[in-house]
């Protein structure tokens, strides 16, 4: 926000590999640019652009909250909880802290890695001629292919920051490195938005778990890699949240001022 208008329909109307890379790769991009620009270049003026990071970072919570809930299409839905999670990614950054950009580093990790098992499950379901990308289209998953049904509950629990999943600890590291900076009352209001979003994830395991597949739903079948590159992508949601230490290690090792 305000920049976040064009995501909605370019997740929707793009091919699921396309948007597979809109939605992970150029996080990691725009981490780099803010980092590049804010900390490095103007870094001597953080109480100046703090503010307009707080503004831009509750709106982006809010709105990528509040409006996925109205989603009945599962790539909108993605796109509106991108909107929410960079704007937990920016209340890292505008800690001006090293432990903020740690914290915000590992968060734009961990993220990539959850958003590319939520888009390989659409591809998983995907058959000539259609793409499972409407809520509807998961229902009874569980009946149809056990495991892969327990990969999306993963990312779900994990975007919605759920332990042991790595998103917990994502949203932890933030929400501290913004306690520890004097922002108590924006990590309480990012806590908020991180219940209010845990709707629209817990609906999709709803519809995964407590729902009939339609007499329409046809058996999983997907290619070899498709199948071993997803099922280690929920598996590493899981052991990075069991195990976060090195990953943030590593993000102190990148980020050390």
């Known amino acids: 926000v305000p920049f976040h208008m064009w995501l909605p329909d370019v997740y929707e109307g793009s091919a699921t590999p396309v948007t597979l890379y809109v939605g992970s790769a150029p996080k990691i991009a725009a981490f780099a640019l803010f980092m590049r620009l804010l900390v490095e270049g103007l870094g001597g003026l953080h109480p100046h652009w703090q503010g307009m990071l707080i503004v831009l970072s509750l709106l982006s919570m809010a709105i990528g909250s509040i409006v996925a809930i109205a989603q009945s299409n599962f790539k909108r839905m993605l796109a509106y909880s991108t909107i929410g ?3 937990f990614i920016l209340l890292g950054i505008l800690t001006g802290t090293t432990t903020g950009y740690q914290a915000a ?33 998961f229902k009874g998953l569980n009946e149809r292919s056990p495991w892969f049904a327990a990969v999306l509950l993963a990312v779900m629990f994990g975007m919605a920051g759920v332990p042991p999943f790595v998103g917990f600890f994502a949203k932890l590291y933030v929400l501290r490195a913004a306690v520890d900076a004097g922002l108590t009352w924006l990590a309480v209001a990012a806590v908020v938005f991180s219940i209010i979003s845990a709707f629209y994830y817990l609906r999709l395991v709803k519809l995964m778990y407590f729902d009939r597949a339609p007499a329409s739903a046809r058996a999983v079948h997907a290619e070899f890699d498709l199948r071993w590159i997803l099922s ?23 980020i050390s001022f």
């Open 232 to 254: 280690g992508n929920g598996l590493a949601i899981l052991m990075l949240g069991v195990v976060p230490g090195p990953l943030m290690a590593l993000c102190a090792r990148v």
């Open 105 to 137: 580093m590992f968060y734009t990790l961990t993220y990539v890695v959850m958003a590319t098992a939520a888009f390989g499950v659409i591809l998983l379901l995907a058959r000539k001629g259609f793409e499972s990308e409407r809520l509807d289209d």
């Open 85 to 87: 999670h960079v704007g």
